[in-house]
């Protein structure tokens, strides 16, 4: 188990490693910053003045070591637009992503786990061809588009939720639904092809001869092992939300990571720029660990 | 057949079920509209006429008969802009999927192939590549660099190679060990000659069922980017920017934003299911 342990954290030490600096060289691809920060309309004089107030004067590697120091240390530089640290900018957008990512997965796993199981139970019936539909639909649906039109109808012609904003838990009903589209389709593909291999294994077979009731024999034993895997995506699927969420902040105007990236590319502000993308590395990295971390605990087979 | 294959039980599968066709038939008509659509467009789809803005589509009261489905902001043929909009998407889902699928596949084959080291170095690039946020990634390098179809069919084959590096790697695997493979080792054929005679051939129906859910992700992908403004440069109608475009006007006028979001919902359903279809039919395993 401890060597389970280490190995999974020095790859995610490296993975971390390596998208640091993927996102530095990133946000170097357009060539000169200095040039891009001053803007169309600067002289000479102002591009090197800005060039000695970043540190942009100093050799490539200087800074980007400059930058990997400071980042272990939680500072990850000061934003040129805000003209705050960016810390503390992700920290104060922060929230509002968590709480729509969070959202989002609930909404998907509270419809995705029950459509499952009755998908499974009732294989190759209609029900389960439908559901099955519905995942397709699903995985079809762009986002945004979804967005936009949860709004037109239940913003504007029903007018039951707000549109934009984040007052209160009613604005992030209809991302958290857009949100939890995403994730829909796979969580419920692999929970209902999770049952019917659970329901066709021996232990089941036991569990029905016992005499079991069918809804023990559903929740109690085959649930269990089917979940390992939807456990293990669910988190994995947290991650790609956080990642994906960019756009649907962007749609109901929610003031979080997503929207402080969406800004900060557009106006140039290539400290944010880069440490979104480290951030939300980061969390990923962290939260595919813990769904390993979860497969070896509930399942002692993994634990090589 | 191939040497991989899982049998598949049911009644209606492959080309044998509605829906693989429903895929089909979008599909075959969304190819002709991409190749076509200079030929197909009734007016040209560049076209302003500001008298003519924002004309309703032919199942509303007041419609023009000269524009089915309306005009845009701009007065520009709204069904002239989403064809040519289908030519966009095709475009780069194709190329994307091209880009994405030789990085990919090289990748994937070399690790399955090779075993050990490189396979390390495989699975950990896999595993880099999973922890960066596309949509995020894709942003930013069109927003430093600049909106072009060029850099953005680049970006997005970088970054979307991941499930044609998975599935090729683990059939690649599979393949490896069958009697046929060692029979061409054992004829003396070069590594070279393995990998191209011998296991490409047996994972290439694999890799074309990925290939064309990729395709629907990557069209995806690029409407997103686009409504986001930073995906294809206007006034290309991509189908992402006439959403955005339109999003100004959809609460007095919700069919600007409906047509294309049809238009996009559709071909990536159709391209899915034919893609699931063709899993089927060749029984390949897209589970990464």
Known sequence: MLSFLTRRLIVALLVAATVMTLAFVLTRLSGDLATSIAGANATQADIEAIRKAYGLDRPVLTQFFDWVGRALTGDLGNSYFFQTRVSTLIAERMPVTLTLGITGLLIALFVSIPLGILAAVREGTGFDRAVQMVALLGQAMPSFWLGLLLMITFGLQLGWLPISGTGSWENFVMPGVVLAFSAIPALTRLTRAGMIQAMGSDYIRTARAKGLSRASILLKHALRNAAIPVVAIAAVQLGFMLGGSIVIEQVFALHGVGFLAWESIAKNDFPVVQAVVLVLAVIYVALTMVADLMNAVLDPRLRV | ?288
């Open chain 2, 1 to 288: 057949m191939s040497a991989v294959a899982t049998v598949n039980a049911g009644p209606r599968r492959g080309w044998k079920s509605v829906s693989t066709w429903i895929g089909a038939v979008i599909v075959g008509a969304a190819m002709i509209c991409a190749i076509a659509a200079p030929l197909l467009v009734p007016h040209d789809p560049f076209a302003q006429d500001l008298a003519k803005r924002l004309q309703v589509p032919f199942w509303m009261a007041g419609t023009d008969p000269a524009h089915l489905l309306g005009t845009d902001q701009l007065g520009r043929d709204y069904l002239s802009r989403l064809i040519w909009g289908c030519r966009i998407s095709m475009l780069i889902g194709v190329t994307v999927t091209v880009v994405s699928g030789l990085i990919g596949i090289t990748i994937g084959v070399l690790g399955g192939f090779f075993g050990g080291r490189i396979d390390d170095a495989v699975l950990f690039a896999i595993t880099t590549r999973l922890s960066i946020p596309v949509v995020l990634v894709a942003l930013a390098v069109v927003g430093l660099l600049g909106t072009s179809m060029t850099l953005l069919v680049l970006t997005l084959g970088l970054l979307l190679w991941d499930r044609f590096a998975v599935v090729a790697r683990s059939t690649t695997m599979q393949v490896r060990n069958l009697d046929f493979v060692a029979a061409a080792w054992c004829a003396g054929c070069s590594r070279f000659r393995v990998l191209s005679r011998e296991v490409l051939p047996n994972i290439a129906s694999h890799l074309v069922v990925v290939a064309t859910l990729e395709i629907a992700l990557a069209i995806l992908l690029e409407a997103t980017l686009s409504f986001l403004g930073l995906g294809v440069p206007p006034p290309l109608p991509s189908w992402g920017l006439m959403i955005a475009e339109a999003k100004d006007y959809m609460f007095f006028s919700p069919w600007v934003i409906v047509i294309p979001g049809v238009a996009l919902f559709t071909l990536v359903l159709g391209i899915n299911l034919l893609g699931d279809g063709l899993r089927d039919l060749f029984g390949a395993r897209t589970d990464t």
